[in-house]
């Protein structure tokens, strides 16, 4: 049997548009929440998007369609939740909270993901276009999954020898392309960034998307679509 799980629950995702992002262990500090019966966690299954991929599945769905609030969060759990069904385990939500789960943290444990200074994490090749949908806590990992795992996390402390992209980015661009400066390097002044959106509705950021994330080279095969970035802007711009 190789890579079992993984391989099935990938094949799952493809109708989706969705990626298995990589996996980790969970140790007792992690403090999950039980798997249905009680049974912990054997492994942490990380779901996700790179790029638009995920787009036109998402805007086929009804989630999309039905005039609800919160589409894109439904679409995720009513997938994360059958597929949790599916191997016995849970499905554990990045909007569940606050307080949140840490899906930047784990995103570390499972993929060569690094910090940048507009808080969203940097991956190798789809620099800042990626984010996580859910993460499947099964009670079960599979002998090769398990091998292939800690092959990965021993890539992954290699990788975390060296200097990450954005501590070699020349200039930093995306520092000085907010047109109300929101990104300090240190914090993100979400007031400035949603008063500038509500004040130019039509402005660039809510017809592009952020300019400070537009203005990294890094991933730039993976940008979203125009479509996709105006109803991530449009979400932030309801909510702010
Ligand atoms: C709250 C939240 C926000 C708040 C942030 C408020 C604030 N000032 O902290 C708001 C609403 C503003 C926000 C906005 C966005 N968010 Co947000 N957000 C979250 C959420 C739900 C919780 C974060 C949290 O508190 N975690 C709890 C702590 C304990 O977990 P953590 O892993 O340790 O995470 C923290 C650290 O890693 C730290 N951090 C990360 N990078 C850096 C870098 C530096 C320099 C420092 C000091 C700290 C730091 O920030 C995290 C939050 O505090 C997460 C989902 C999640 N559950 O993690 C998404 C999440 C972080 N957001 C995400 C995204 C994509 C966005 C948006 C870009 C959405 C969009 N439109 O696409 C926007 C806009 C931001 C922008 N313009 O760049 C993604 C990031 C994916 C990635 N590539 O890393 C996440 C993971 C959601 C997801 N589904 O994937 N978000
Ligand atoms: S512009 Fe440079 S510093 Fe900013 S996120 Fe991209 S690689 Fe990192
Ligand atoms: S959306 Fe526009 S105003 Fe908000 S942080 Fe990005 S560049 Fe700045």
Redesign the pocket.
Known sequence: MTNATRQALQAALDTHGLRVRGGWVPEASDALPSLPGGAPAAVVWMV?VAGSDFWPHFKASTFYQDGQPDPLDRWSAAIGTDLAARWGGRALF??E?PP??????WADRSEDTR???????MHPRFG?W????FALALPELDRDDAAALQRESTDRLAAATMPSLCAQCSGQPCLTACPVSAFTG?G?R?EA?AAHLHAQPQGRCMQQG?LA?IACPQGVDYRYTPEHAVF??LA?AKNH
């Open positions: 996700g990045p909007f909270g949140y789960h840490p899906f930047q943290r910090p940048s200074p507009l808080m969203l994490r800042l990626h984010a996580y949908r240190t993100y979400v960034c952020c994330r991530h802007m932030f």
